[in-house]
């Protein structure tokens, strides 16, 4: 049986679980990331815990389909051991990106604290319009408004 395949990927790392110079190790993998401000405001679910453990949110654009696990490793390889547990592959990479500040509507409706999207670091060229994909009426649509 194959492992399902995919180019869009997301995971948390975990401050105290990454080396000093992670971002630029991140870099090195040469491949399109982006990573959420540190999320140090989500509120827990677990009694006499005000707020989550922070971590960031993460990214990963693959240049070709490849497996959750072959990303695990590749992160791994570059941040350590410890570095990440779970990867999963992206269905929706617009709604991921807004995630990153909490501003996807699953976010909004659930009152999550909002984060500053200035702090959203873009490594490797990551530009989200890259990744976005308009229907045909949309893009007929503004093509006619311009």
Not at 48 to 65: D, L
Not at 77 to 88: E, P, Y
Not at 135 to 140: A, C, F, L, S
Request: proline share 3%; hydrophobic share 35%; glycine share 2%.
């Amino acid at each position: 049986m194959s492992k399902e395949k995919a180019r869009y990927f997301t995971f948390l790392l975990y401050p105290e679980s990454i080396p000093s110079g992670w971002l630029d190790k991140l870099e090195l993998i040469g491949v399109p990331i982006a990573v959420s401000p540190l999320h140090d405001k989500d509120l827990s679910d677990v009694e006499g815990q005000k707020y989550k453990k922070a971590h960031y949110h993460v990214i990963y654009v693959s240049k070709n389909p490849v497996t959750a696990e072959s990303v695990r490793l590749k992160i791994k390889r570059s941040l350590g051991d410890k570095s990440v547990a779970m990867v999963q592959i992206v269905l929706n990479i617009e709604n991921t990106y807004l995630y990153l500040t909490h501003e996807s509507k699953d976010a909004i409706k659930k009152k999550k604290h909002k984060y500053d999207k200035a702090d959203i670091k873009h490594i490797s060229n990551f530009d989200i319009d890259r990744y976005i994909v308009v229907d045909v009426e949309t893009k007929n649509e503004l093509d006619a408004n311009n």
